[in-house]
């Protein structure tokens, strides 16, 4: 078998430990494609800007939607309590026309108690 002939630029392989110290980036590889590293590196913070936009306008759509709610219930109290005193104006237009007057003085209530040696 034949031998290897050794070449000017062996290549080293490339460890998890060059990685973490950032050793990768001095090869004549990353230098030969930088601008496609720049521009992925571009994308990346493109896609980060991005997200972020979107979480804040779904904080705000949030609290439109508590507000959104709020309002709601508020216009539903409203609601009733207009009903209520349209009712109470019919009512007093009906008994203004069947000449039904008010009472100025209101019914008592009777209790009666009931004996012990009575009950059963």
Known sequence: MAKRKKTQFERKKLTIEDIVKGNFLY???IRAHYKFFLLIIF?????????HLVS?????INTLKEQF???KSRNAFA??????????SELGKEMITDS???????PHKLLIKLDSTNAK
Request: charged residues 30%; hydrophobic residues 40%.
């Open 27 to 29: 090869r004549d590889e």
């Open 43 to 51: 994308g990346l913070m493109v896609m980060i800007y991005c997200s």
């Open 56 to 60: 804040q306008k779904m904080v705000k």
């Open 69 to 71: 709610e709020e309002y």
């Open 79 to 88: 609601q009733s309590r207009l009903i209520k005193v349209k009712m109470e």
């Open 100 to 106: 039904l007057m008010t009472l100025e003085s209101h």
